[in-house]
């Protein structure tokens, strides 16, 4: 079994805007990033010739493919070469439009023409999926919202794939088809099993067109002649069919559905229907007790239904590193389990290499949302994650181990439950409505150990490790003193960790002045301490900076390569634990970060300020000292994946914007729709400070922005405060 690779390169149309993968992560202007690829060992790359991209107004330009399919041979990765994806053709067509077909097949013809070396071609990518998005959904062009625009689109595409396809072949007969569609299964309670059966047969339409299998006796045929097929089209296809060489199943998380009349039990945005009932739909993994099918049933399905040659042409999760992880050891597992039982699987490929845009919102605007992939792009260069590890040993057949490993994906454990429980049977798809207790998968494996029980940081980190399913241990300074060397044994003896997060330490800043050797004892030997266990033991170690090591004499946010020069004791003792730890232990993750924004912690600069401003009372903030203020939920999320990835060195953590703490104090106060009359704009010198304090102490990066824009932070936050508040109310 083969492992192939693949670049997210969605060039889809919203009104008369089209959003471009390719441009938003980077590699339109990366040719190294093959050679990354190629290091991954995988045999195969699923790789875009884009109609829209190299022919947008009816002439070809292919120097951009010239160089990377050049190259690609050179490294010897076979491309597969996608040349429709999620797209609607270039401005002059749409899928509506007829002769989307006879344009496709002659931009074909000419990528074959040029490239006649190539043998894997995939024209169109998930055709059904698209006709969906695009003919019933409303959410691509050409914006279609019933049955006849989605049969309409899907047929268009259909027969475009043909027409390509007899267009390669007359350049190259040996030509294959890697044919992709998105492949989930829907389930129902006993009421709508009707709805559930129409969905069920409705996510074959792409391939049984293509196959030559929607005939008069098929159980879709009605309906397409309802919604606007002629027969004689049906009948060409059966006539002339396109079987694919190789059926590419894409299955996600949201791939399986569970559609429920009870529409009490969900929130209103989960609410649809038909002309009979009204429902909810929402994914199963939610819902239903016995979990997901997940990769294996539909393996088995496709293979059952066609008994052609089946690959997983997508495996991708957008989720945190040990979540991605666990995802595509299950995919693998499962593809080997299927080849077992004699179906004929011939790979799995290992989607979105570098990340994905957007798609939480399915593409249909450009908020900046990213999930990355085998790299990730927010640095100056593709940074490997710890998923490039895992390829690496599935390309070449080796184990790979690594602790995050031991736990169940989210999809198994008992809290991806957010609805009541139901169970239903495979066979037919409908519910047993039975209350049900669901999964009882719980984390295992080695603990990472934080230290840190009583502060922000730490109590943060625990939450968030609970949530990810990360085995931790949240210690106080009784349970372990990170400046008392016997401590640090006892509790790294007693624990076992792969991991340890210092958030321990001297946090009152202007305290230090007067206590300076106090704080340097756990800010600096601390941390020292803990370097030189973890270094003994071969543990992982991540240990917390401040932005309060500069001196503020700059103008543009600081990256880690900037020299230090702090101008208070605390200060001084965070740019000596940076030095002390890195000596002793230079994996070390020492992570520089600033101005902590927590949702379920209230002695912070924003909450303070709310809370004045909702009670009426004046709130003084300095005006001439910048900051970037980090959401702690931001920050941990960030930590634990460079933790998995196994980065080492110094990182600058914060959220995007560098703002003077008055205008932090404005910006939310105008977010949570608060007067912000009573807001006093001071200089720094006129609040009493102790210690001094950079005037400019912005964090920047060179290795990789990972956090959020301010303004989105502030938005969770206060939604989560607002909900926190009426749970209280209630």
């Known amino acids: 079994m083969e492992l192939w690779g693949g670049v997210e390169c969605t060039v889809n149309r919203v009104r008369d805007v089209y959003h471009d993968q390719l441009d938003l992560n980077g590699h339109a202007r990366r040719l190294d990033d093959l050679d990354r690829f190629a290091e991954l060992g995988i045999h195969a790359l699923r790789y875009p010739v884009l109609w829209e991209r190299t022919a947008p107004d009816g002439c070809a330009r292919f120097g951009w493919a010239d160089a990377r399919l050049g190259r690609l041979r050179d490294l010897g990765v076979r491309p597969i070469v996608g040349l429709v994806h999620h797209g609607s053709g270039p401005p002059r067509t749409s ?71 007899r267009a390669i072949r007359e350049i190259n007969p040996r030509a294959r088809l890697v044919q992709t569609e998105d492949l989930g299964r829907t389930f129902s309670t006993p009421l709508l099993a009707y709805q559930a059966q129409h969905e069920n047969h409705r996510r074959w339409l792409s391939l049984d067109l293509l196959m030559g299998r929607v005939d008069r006796d098929h159980p879709f045929y009605p309906q397409l002649l309802e919604w606007g097929v002629s027969p004689g089209e049906l009948e060409a296809l059966v006539e002339a069919p396109c079987p694919p060489d190789i059926l590419g199943i894409n299955y996600y998380i949201t791939s399986e559905r569970f559609i429920d009349e009870r529409l009490e039990r969900y929130p209103p945005g989960m609410r649809g229907g038909n002309d009979k009932h009204a429902y909810a739909d929402v994914e199963a993994v939610r819902v239903v007790a016995e979990g997901m099918g997940g990769h294996l049933p539909r393996l088995l ?172 241990r949240l210690l106080s300074r009784l349970e372990m003193d990170i400046a008392d060397p016997a401590s640090v044994e006892r509790a790294l003896e007693r624990h076992a960790p792969w991991a340890v997060i210092n958030t321990a330490g001297y946090a009152r800043v202007d305290d230090a002045e007067r206590e300076p050797h106090r704080c340097a004892r756990e800010n600096a030997a601390g941390p020292a301490v803990l370097a030189a266990a973890c270094r003994e033991r071969g543990v992982r170690l991540v240990t917390f900076s401040s932005d309060q090591v500069f001196d503020g004499a700059g103008t543009t946010p600081y990256v880690e390569t900037d020299p230090a020069r702090p101008l208070s004791a605390y200060g001084r003792s965070k740019a000596a634990a940076e030095r002390r730890v890195l000596s002793i232990l230079p994996t070390a993750l020492v992570v520089r970060t600033a101005a902590f924004i927590d949702p379920w912690d209230d002695t912070h600069f924003v909450a303070a300020a709310l809370r004045a401003l909702r009670d009426g009372r004046p709130f003084s903030a300095a005006e001439d000292l910048i900051v970037t203020p980090t959401y702690t939920p931001d920050l941990v999320d960030a930590t634990l994946d460079l933790l998995i990835d196994g980065e080492g060195g110094l990182w600058h953590l914060a959220n995007r914007d560098a703002v003077t703490w008055a205008e932090l104090a404005a910006r939310t106060a105008a977010l949570a729709r608060l007067d912000a009359a009573l807001l006093v704009r001071c200089p720094g010198s006129a609040l009493g400070f102790v210690a001094p304090r950079p005037r400019y102490s912005a964090l920047g990066s060179r290795r990789g922005l990972l956090l959020s824009a301010l303004d989105d932070a502030l938005a969770r936050y206060l939604s989560i405060v607002a909900a926190q508040l009426d749970r209280e109310a209630a």
């Not at 097949?105 to 043998?119: K, L, Q, T």
């Not at 940081?457 to 968030?464: C, I, K, S, V």
């Open 301 to 472: 399905e496709v293979w059952e239904r066609y008994r052609r040659p089946v690959a997983i042409t997508e495996a991708h999760l957008g989720a945190s590193r040990e979540e991605q992880l666990r995802w595509l050891v299950e995919a693998h597992r499962a593809a080997l389990t299927a080849r077992a039982a004699g179906a004929d699987v011939r790979a799995v490929t290992v989607w979105a290499l570098l990340g994905s845009f957007d798609w939480d919102s399915l593409v249909v605007r450009e908020r900046g949302r990213y999930e990355p992939g085998v790299f990730d792009v927010r640095g100056e260069a593709p940074r490997p994650t710890a998923l490039a590890g895992l390829v690496r040993a599935l390309a070449r057949g080796e184990p790979f181990d690594h602790p995050v490993l031991s736990s169940p994906g989210w999809w198994r454990r008992p809290e991806r439950l957010l609805y009541p429980a139901v169970s239903v049977e495979e066979r037919d798809g409908e519910a047993r409505i039975e209350p049900s207790g669901g999964p009882t998968g719980q984390p295992e494996g080695p603990p990472i150990v934080i230290a840190g029980a009583t502060g922000t940081l730490g109590r943060t980190f625990a939450r968030l490790c609970a949530h990810r399913g990360l085995p931790h």
């Open 95 to 165: 899928l509506l439009d007829p002769s989307f077909v006879d344009g496709l097949a002659r931009f074909a013809r000419a990528v074959a023409e040029r490239y006649p070396w190539v043998e894997d071609y995939t024209p169109v990518n998930e055709p059904l999926t698209t006709a969906r998005f695009s003919g019933l959904y409303g959410h691509w062009y050409p914006h279609g919202q019933d049955g006849c625009a989605f049969v309409r689109a899907l047929l268009t595409q259909c027969r475009a794939i043909a027409a390509a396809m």
